[in-house]
């Protein structure tokens, strides 16, 4: 057989022109969760760096070109089964609306797609560079609230160490010079992301030994994490020793990057002195014998697979999507609800906050001395932004204070739930008042609290049998200290007495028998 025809480089210039056809070909058919992606790069400052994902990992590939010289790319078409698997993904959170999932698992298409056509020997060597694009992924937010906890607690530990008096509220602190608060942008996240970004990539240029590699990774996300605590700290400091006159304006910020900069060096710093180089090795012998032209008919018919599964993922999806429920009237309550009288109510002492588009009800019954408050927001067909599982849904506003107390059990009709169970104090005039809560979401008929079962039952139920609504649903009745019991019980009778006939008129609402 002809040398020439065997040669890497031949094998290398048919696989890449069929990688990079593919890519364009994929970024086309998911074309609003990429352009999603660089929207959010654009338009947020903690994902901007998004924009040189792409161009970095072109470049860890390039540093590696000499390695990559003496394999010989044979397609793996095991690969397709990670394809399937991000595809499902990808439709799933497509109709549920979680752009992040959605974002990821395009990722993860492209990643498999390259590792279908360069075949299982390059893809290991690639390992990093490939992983590396998931940090376009816009990601991160579920992270806030946790950090943003550990740095007020990290802050008002060092400054009683340092024999400062001050009095902690959440993430309200005060001291004798003035008064602080941790808010979003002191979280850190910003630092943890970009300093895992940069981790990622000086350790893969750095050494080859795994190890190594995966121990400096893990230095990159822990060392930050304390950084914004200590960051904190001395901003505090600075504020409380020049009596509020610096550090609580934008020098605050300047500080906190200075100070984060400093530290990357440092850990880069100590790094290098554990670097390691690693020669290409003189031949790496393929997996099997194939001729050249084998191996560029294989990658063309893996293409052509990897992006007619592609399109059908598409299609599939855009078919749910285009579900148009029928509303059939207002959401009201039952005519007969078992006893329980709705009050004649002008105003509500408070109102439900949810985005607009929901079908609203906010209405108290009244059962002898019993009084229990329905609130629920019904969307016939849920969409990013207007749906049942969403943070943006709440029972009032600002004027109420949640304190979580775990979940409890609810029945209606043979249906048997967990709820979230929370104690709210809302201040209705010049007084707080109590509250016990239950609240929990109806998605396609099912009743739950846990957010992502709702998502995954969703999914399936816009498949099959085609359903889109969702309702989020909260009862509250007055806790009087020391009755939780009989606050408990109450909520439980309404539930049994009253929720079924109303599970049914939202049904009907809907269309659905």
């Keep these: 057989m002809n040398a020439d025809l065997q ?18 070909v994929l970024v086309a058919v998911f074309w609003s969760t990429a352009s999603g992606m660089v929207y959010i790069w654009y338009h947020f400052e903690t994902y901007t760096h998004g924009f040189l994902i792409v161009p970095i990992t072109l470049w860890l590939v390039w540093q590696k070109r000499r390695h990559l010289a003496v394999y010989q790319p044979q397609p793996s078409p095991a690969f397709l089964v990670l394809l399937l698997g991000a595809l499902v993904a990808w439709v799933l959170a497509r109709l549920t609306g979680v752009q992040v999932v959605e974002q990821a698992a395009f990722v993860a298409v492209l990643i498999s797609t390259v590792a279908t056509l360069i075949g299982y020997q390059v ?30 607690t990290f802050t008002v530990a060092a400054l009683e160490l340092t024999g400062i008096p001050v009095y902690r509220d959440g993430l309200f602190f005060s001291l004798p010079t003035g008064d602080w608060s941790v808010v979003e942008a002191c979280s850190g996240v910003r630092y943890l992301i970009a300093s895992v970004t940069l981790g990622v990539m000086y350790a893969y240029i750095t050494y ?19 950084a ?45 002195y554990w670097q ?35 399109v059908g993922a598409g299609l599939i999806a855009a078919r749910a999507m285009s579900i148009e429920p029928v509303v059939h009237g207002e959401l009201a309550l039952p005519v007969n609800a078992n006893g329980w009288q709705a009050l004649d109510e002008a105003s509500p002492p408070w109102n439900t906050v949810h985005p607009p588009g929901a079908l609203v009800l906010n209405q108290e019954l009244r059962s002898g001395d019993d009084d229990v408050r329905l609130q629920a927001l019904l969307f016939p067909r849920q969409q990013q932004g207007l749906e049942a599982i969403s943070p943006d849904n709440r029972i009032a506003g600002e004027e109420a204070r949640l304190v979580d107390l775990g979940h409890q059990l609810v029945r209606v009709g043979g249906e048997e739930f967990a709820a979230v169970q929370e104690k709210a104090v809302i ?29 995954a039952i969703e999914a399936f139920a816009r498949i099959y049998p085609g359903r889109a609504d969702g309702a989020w649903i909260a009862i509250s009745t007055p806790l009087v200290a020391g009755q939780t019991v009989q606050s408990q019980a109450r909520l439980q009778a309404f539930a049994s007495e009253v929720l079924p006939t109303f599970y049914a008129a939202m049904d009907g609402v809907v269309g659905v028998d």
């Excluded at 031949?283 to 001729?291: H, T, W, Y």
């Excluded at 201040?427 to 998502?455: C, H, M, P, T």
């Design 208 to 226: 080859h030994t795994l190890w190594k590699r995966l121990l400096f990774i893990a230095l990159s996300a822990v060392v930050p994490i304390f």
């Design 7 to 24: 040669s890497p480089e031949n094998r290398w210039r048919s696989t890449l022109a069929a990688v990079v056809v593919a890519v364009l």
């Design 228 to 272: 914004n605590g200590v960051r904190a700290y001395l901003i505090v400091m600075i504020g409380h020793l020049s009596s509020m006159e610096y550090a609580t304006g934008v020098d605050h910020l300047v500080y906190g990057w200075v100070f984060f900069g400093l530290v990357m060096f440092l850990l880069f710093w100590i790094g290098s």
């Design 123 to 152: 893809s290991r060597f690639l390992l990093f560079p490939l992983m590396f694009l998931f940090f376009a992924v816009p990601m991160g937010e579920d992270l806030v609230p946790p950090m943003m906890e550990f740095t007020a």
């Design 427 to 455: 201040r209705i005039g010049a007084v707080d008042e109590e509250f016990l809560v239950w609240r929990w979401y109806r998605v396609a008929g099912s009743s739950l609290s846990n957010r992502y079962q709702g998502k």
């Design 276 to 310: 390691e180089t690693e020669p290409p090795p003189v031949a790496v012998a393929p997996p099997r014998d194939m001729s050249t032209t084998a191996v560029t008919a294989l990658v063309a018919g893996m293409a052509i697979v990897a992006v007619g599964l592609s």
